[in-house]
């Protein structure tokens, strides 16, 4: 599969982005998802992932009700409403596709498969 992240843009802190990826390949709606952003000089750390069937969900702690994944199998998209930025939200996001079958959602870089170019978000204070 391969994988085509937009939406990243700059923002002001307390604005709003939403992030796509979208995928190409027949096995999309199988794979769990993730998203992953990289800041500047840092690892790249796990952000939010949702599964097949978009039913699970899961945050990194620093994003909890501020950011949403979702998916839409039909159109193979995967998206990342982000509310309330703050500067330490700057980075490049990533998208990211799990094809193993696992019991729960997959939260480290190795983890995934595919992944896609990334997209740059910029939060100004």
């Known amino acids: 599969v391969q994988l085509q992240a937009s939406g990243g843009g700059l923002v002001q802190a307390g604005g709003s982005l939403r992030l796509s990826c979208a995928a190409s390949?027949?096995?999309?709606?199988?794979?769990?998802m993730g998203w992953f952003r990289q800041a500047p000089g840092k690892e790249r750390e796990f952000v939010a992932a949702?599964?097949?069937?978009?039913?699970?969900?899961y945050y990194t702690d620093s994003v909890k009700g501020r950011f949403t994944i979702s998916r839409d199998n039909a159109k193979k998209r995967v998206y990342l409403q982000m509310n309330s930025l703050k500067p330490e939200d700057t980075a490049v996001y990533y998208c990211?596709?799990?094809?193993?079958?696992?019991?729960?959602?997959?939260?480290?870089?190795?983890?995934?498969?595919?992944w896609g170019q990334g997209t740059l978000v910029t939060v100004s204070s």
């Open positions: 949702i599964s097949w069937s978009g039913v699970t969900t």
């Open positions: 390949g027949r096995t999309f709606s199988s794979y769990a």
């Open positions: 990211a596709a799990d094809r193993n079958v696992r019991t729960n959602l997959a939260l480290r870089k190795d983890e995934y498969d595919f």
